[in-house]
């Protein structure tokens, strides 16, 4: 009745009901185990030993107080409904704006779902809150939280702690563990991750389509087929690909950092922490420009190309996988066996090119040093500059070639030349001689011990 103005409701014994409809504007209603209490607009209510409860609010700003107890309640919501319930009380508050839950004490899961419009779900590890066209839900302390989102364009924001969180963030489902607290979801279109203190790790999981990571120590912008992660104050973070033309951009730091590029596995160990790519056809890995940094090349058994430009390298594997190095100290590229190429153009300054046996080193005038093995043939285009070339230790089926401004060795079944050079320097191995033919050179050529 709407005229109704103070309401009293006492169950007995059996399994007690009650379902109250509130008409009246900007009232405020509190469920608990077994009881109510309801107050604004005019009215007065209370009620006690009631197994369900059922209040409905028809108009206003009418808010809703929900409290757990000491045992595992379940918190659900759908639409403009929200329930609490354990073994032995069933609450329900329909057409709330404003919904606050409390679990209380024990383990307490929340049920969530999205609506048809767009949804924005906020979780720390004590607080859960979910607005959307339907209204606000506030969910306290509830130790899991699952959101299932609808057919808007949904956002999470998972907030961690000053503990070690861990997030897994995908288009088919993300999860965390926010200091105890789980969370899981599925059906969000954008998922922000903030890490805050305590070491946090975050792992990107893509889809069989194209995605794309942009990632560094301060943030990760994960990004394809509909779905993006957010993340910021990671200090371990994985991008894992299953299939598709994925492409990594990672950024080093103002330290010292130190990296590993194998056809498979991208890992960047830093001053906080590591970052891994795994499995991306595409990973280019900025060193920073500050810090002594070292990253190391792994190529394929097949044929593998390798090639600079500007103090950057990259290595394109037998199946067409692309890793790239920029601004590294130091470079180790190894070719891993095959028929592998590599070509080297050098600087305005005085770059080198020196090899002994089957060890191949190149230095750069802007301080760059580059260790090359297992590569079969290797051509370093000095450009500009008084550049060097450096042939140590030939053996007796080695062989040393050049005219103009080349020159080439035959080492150890591998073949490297030097192109555009004004020095080379060559030495045969004690008791060996190797076969030279210089003709018409136009460098400074030095050559020691025993030649055919």
């Known amino acids: 009745q709407q005229d109704i103005q103070s309401l009293r409701v006492h169950g007995h014994g059996g399994y007690d009901r009650l379902d109250l409809e509130l008409s009246q504007n900007d009232v405020?209603?509190?469920?608990?185990?077994?009881?109510?209490?309801?107050?604004?607009?005019?009215?007065?209510?209370?009620?006690?030993?009631?197994?369900?409860?059922?209040?409905?609010?028809?108009?206003?700003?009418?808010?809703?107080l929900m409290a757990g107890t000491a045992g595992n309640d379940v918190l659900e919501r759908s639409g403009q409904t929200t329930a609490l319930r354990s073994g032995d009380y069933w609450n329900y508050g329909v057409g709330f704006g404003?919904?606050?839950?409390?679990g209380k004490g024990g383990i307490d899961r929340a049920e969530l779902a999205g609506s048809t419009g767009d949804d924005r779900l906020g979780v720390s590890r004590d607080k859960a809150q979910l607005t959307n066209g339907e209204g606000r839900l506030v969910a306290l302390s509830f130790e899991n939280v699952r959101f299932a989102g609808g057919t808007g364009s949904d956002l999470v924001n998972l907030h961690g702690t000053d503990g070690n969180d861990i997030f897994t963030l995908g288009k088919h489902g993300s999860a965390a563990n926010?200091?105890?607290t789980g969370v899981s979801m599925v059906g969000a279109e954008r998922v922000n991750a903030l890490g805050r203190g305590g070491t946090d790790s975050v792992t990107l999981n893509d889809t069989s389509g194209q995605e794309t990571l942009a990632a560094n120590t301060a943030f990760a912008l994960f990004t394809g087929n509909g779905f993006t992660a957010f993340t910021t104050e990671m200090e371990n973070v994985l991008a894992t690909s299953s299939g598709g033309e994925d492409?990594?951009?990672?950024?080093?730091?103002?330290?010292?950092?130190?990296?590993?590029?194998?056809?498979?596995?991208?890992?960047?160990?830093?001053?906080?922490?590591?970052?891994t790519i795994s499995s991306y056809?595409?990973?280019?890995?900025?060193?920073?420009?500050?810090g002594t940094d070292s990253v190391t090349l792994l190529g394929t058994s097949g044929v593998d190309a390798v090639s600079n430009e500007s103090g950057s390298w990259s290595i394109i594997n037998s199946w067409g996988a692309r890793n790239a190095a920029q601004g590294f100290d130091s470079v180790t590229i190894d070719g891993w066996g095959g028929a592998d190429t590599l070509i080297a153009v050098g600087t305005t300054g005085t770059d080198r090119i020196a090899a002994t046996g089957s060890a191949i080193r190149l230095e750069f005038a802007?301080?760059?040093?580059?260790?090359i093995a297992n590569v079969r043939e290797v051509t370093f285009d000095g450009g500009n500059g008084a550049d060097e070339a450096v042939f140590a230790e030939l053996g007796g089926s080695d062989s040393l070639s050049g005219s103009g401004t080349d020159a080439t060795a035959q080492v150890a079944g591998r073949r490297i030349s030097a192109r555009n050079i004004d020095l080379l320097e060559a030495t045969a191995r004690a008791g060996h001689s190797p076969l030279q033919s210089l003709s018409a050179v136009d460098y400074l050529f030095m050559l020691d011990g025993t030649w055919r």
């Open 98 to 102: 404003s919904v606050v839950a409390d």
């Open 247 to 275: 492409f990594a951009v990672v950024s080093g730091t103002a330290n010292d950092d130190s990296a590993w590029m194998s056809p498979d596995e991208t890992v960047l160990v830093h001053s906080v922490g590591r970052t």
């Open 178 to 180: 926010l200091g105890g």
């Open 281 to 290: 056809s595409r990973v280019s890995l900025d060193a920073g420009y500050s």
């Open 28 to 64: 405020a209603a509190t469920l608990v185990r077994h009881g109510l209490t309801v107050s604004g607009g005019g009215l007065d209510g209370f009620g006690n030993s009631l197994e369900t409860i059922v209040v409905t609010a028809t108009g206003g700003n009418s808010q809703i």
């Open 366 to 371: 802007g301080g760059q040093r580059v260790q």
